[in-house]
């Protein structure tokens, strides 16, 4: 074996980076393994919202787990920016819902009333305020839901920037490093077979995103994680033609402070495919085009396809499992950009035997799934 650490950590995307990170702050002797570069799958791939598009309607304790990790991203950004050659363009700017019919309006006012409920800014605008604020939305609106304090970051750089903050602190971090089989001793892992050989540890974290699944064989429990696909275009329009994140029945634009302008995105069961499609290009243009028309001229100068990690009951899967030595940190859905930080605190916790803050139940990694 190649030297023994204090804890492996199986997956370079946003969530096994951010437990490095978090983890090397601490003193403690990390390797992270990935198989490709670092943050190349679905944290690349992500929109960057860091609040659930549909908040109102989660299950209670996910519900609870974004909130309890919203305000951990101000912090663990400056954190990072300090030390940071990436410009991560972490800004509140708000998002605007916008709806066209009595449906939209119902959920609108629902969500307004889970908001202030827990504490939340959500503020009513009439169609005419809703256009004062962001002139290029659709005239057919009839009215929409302001969202003040809602994030967003370029995700496409965070992972990237996490895994150099986590190098600084002395992880070891090894991209093009496949790992391929669990080590295992008297029911307890002890490491991983990888690309430069056996890596042992104390400790080792599955964090490989939606290719976790592919383990429960080996590990003797299931790892009910499967890919979820999610396409996204991306458009060029001048800075400001666009201000807010508009969402509008589950289809949203991001715009960046360059003018760029996401049009997310399509969720499809797709297996391990990321190829994108003329539909999903066909019907995301659409979809742009209907929430805001001038839209309609915009060249398009991207498109990509990622893969969530998905889970039966939304929920990730976090914590220790029945294999002694073995933590999983996956299954963060469409939510794991926002939920890196959090994810990186409990597991901190884990790793020392403190008890975390949340309560864990919920996302026992072997809980009883809906088929
Ligand atoms: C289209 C789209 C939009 C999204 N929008 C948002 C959003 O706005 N906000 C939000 O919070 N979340 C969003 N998400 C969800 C978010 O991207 C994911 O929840 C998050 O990126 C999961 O992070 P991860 O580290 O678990 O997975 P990944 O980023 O996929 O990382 C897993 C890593 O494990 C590696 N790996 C796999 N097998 C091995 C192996 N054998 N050896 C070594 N390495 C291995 C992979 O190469 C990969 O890099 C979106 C996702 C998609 C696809």
Redesign the pocket.
């Given at each position: 074996m190649t030297g023994t650490r204090d804890v492996l950590i199986?997956?370079?995307?946003?969530?096994?980076?951010a437990i490095a990170h978090r983890l090397a702050k601490e003193g403690v002797s990390v390797t992270l393994?990935?198989?490709?570069e670092?943050?190349?799958?679905?944290?690349?791939?992500?929109?960057?919202?860091?609040t659930p598009v549909h908040l109102a309607e989660y299950p209670t304790p996910l519900a609870s787990l974004c909130l309890a990790g919203m305000p951990l991203y101000e912090p663990f950004v400056k954190e990072l920016g300090e030390s940071s050659k990436e410009d991560l363009q972490f800004r509140t700017c708000g998002m605007l819902i916008t709806c066209r019919d009595e449906g939209g309006e119902k959920e609108a006012r629902h969500l307004e009333a889970w908001k202030h409920e827990h504490h939340l800014p959500a503020e009513r605008l009439t169609r005419e305020e809703a256009l004062r604020l962001e002139p290029g939305l659709s005239p057919e609106i009839r009215s929409a839901l302001l969202l003040p304090d809602i994030a967003q970051i370029r995700?496409n750089r965070l992972?990237r920037a996490v895994a150099d903050a986590a190098r600084r602190r002395g992880a070891r971090i090894l991209p093009r490093?496949?790992?391929?089989a669990f080590i295992t001793s008297r029911d307890r892992v002890t490491g991983a077979r990888?690309a430069v050989g056996d890596l042992a540890a104390g400790t080792v974290i599955l964090?490989?995103?939606?290719?976790s699944g592919?383990w429960s064989k080996e590990l003797g429990f299931p790892v009910p994680v499967r890919p979820v696909?999610?396409?996204?275009l991306l458009a060029q329009a001048s800075p400001g033609f666009c201000r807010h994140i508009v969402l509008e029945s589950g289809s949203y634009l991001?715009p960046r402070v360059d003018g760029r302008l996401l049009i997310?995105?399509t969720v499809e069961e797709a297996g391990f495919d990321t190829t994108v499609t003329l539909d999903a290009v066909h019907h995301l243009s659409g979809r742009a085009a209907s929430m805001m028309p001038a839209a309609r001229a915009l060249p398009l100068i991207g498109s990509w396809?990622?893969?969530?990690?998905a889970t039966p009951d939304r929920l990730p899967l976090l914590g220790r499992t029945p294999v002694e030595g073995l933590l999983l940190?996956?299954g963060?859905?469409?939510?794991?950009?926002?939920?890196?930080p959090i994810t990186a605190e409990i597991v901190t916790d884990l790793v020392h035997g403190r008890t975390p803050a949340v309560d864990l139940r919920p996302f026992d990694p072997v809980r009883k799934m809906p088929e």
């Amino acid at each position: 074996m190649t030297g023994t650490r204090d804890v492996l950590i199986l997956g370079g995307g946003i969530i096994g980076c951010a437990i490095a990170h978090r983890l090397a702050k601490e003193g403690v002797s990390v390797t992270l393994v990935e198989r490709g570069e670092i943050g190349r799958e679905a944290s690349w791939a992500a929109g960057g919202i860091l609040t659930p598009v549909h908040l109102a309607e989660y299950p209670t304790p996910l519900a609870s787990l974004c909130l309890a990790g919203m305000p951990l991203y101000e912090p663990f950004v400056k954190e990072l920016g300090e030390s940071s050659k990436e410009d991560l363009q972490f800004r509140t700017c708000g998002m605007l819902i916008t709806c066209r019919d009595e449906g939209g309006e119902k959920e609108a006012r629902h969500l307004e009333a889970w908001k202030h409920e827990h504490h939340l800014p959500a503020e009513r605008l009439t169609r005419e305020e809703a256009l004062r604020l962001e002139p290029g939305l659709s005239p057919e609106i009839r009215s929409a839901l302001l969202l003040p304090d809602i994030a967003q970051i370029r995700n496409n750089r965070l992972t990237r920037a996490v895994a150099d903050a986590a190098r600084r602190r002395g992880a070891r971090i090894l991209p093009r490093t496949r790992f391929t089989a669990f080590i295992t001793s008297r029911d307890r892992v002890t490491g991983a077979r990888t690309a430069v050989g056996d890596l042992a540890a104390g400790t080792v974290i599955l964090a490989t995103g939606a290719w976790s699944g592919e383990w429960s064989k080996e590990l003797g429990f299931p790892v009910p994680v499967r890919p979820v696909k999610g396409q996204i275009l991306l458009a060029q329009a001048s800075p400001g033609f666009c201000r807010h994140i508009v969402l509008e029945s589950g289809s949203y634009l991001v715009p960046r402070v360059d003018g760029r302008l996401l049009i997310g995105s399509t969720v499809e069961e797709a297996g391990f495919d990321t190829t994108v499609t003329l539909d999903a290009v066909h019907h995301l243009s659409g979809r742009a085009a209907s929430m805001m028309p001038a839209a309609r001229a915009l060249p398009l100068i991207g498109s990509w396809a990622g893969l969530r990690p998905a889970t039966p009951d939304r929920l990730p899967l976090l914590g220790r499992t029945p294999v002694e030595g073995l933590l999983l940190a996956t299954g963060h859905f469409r939510n794991g950009i926002l939920l890196a930080p959090i994810t990186a605190e409990i597991v901190t916790d884990l790793v020392h035997g403190r008890t975390p803050a949340v309560d864990l139940r919920p996302f026992d990694p072997v809980r009883k799934m809906p088929e």
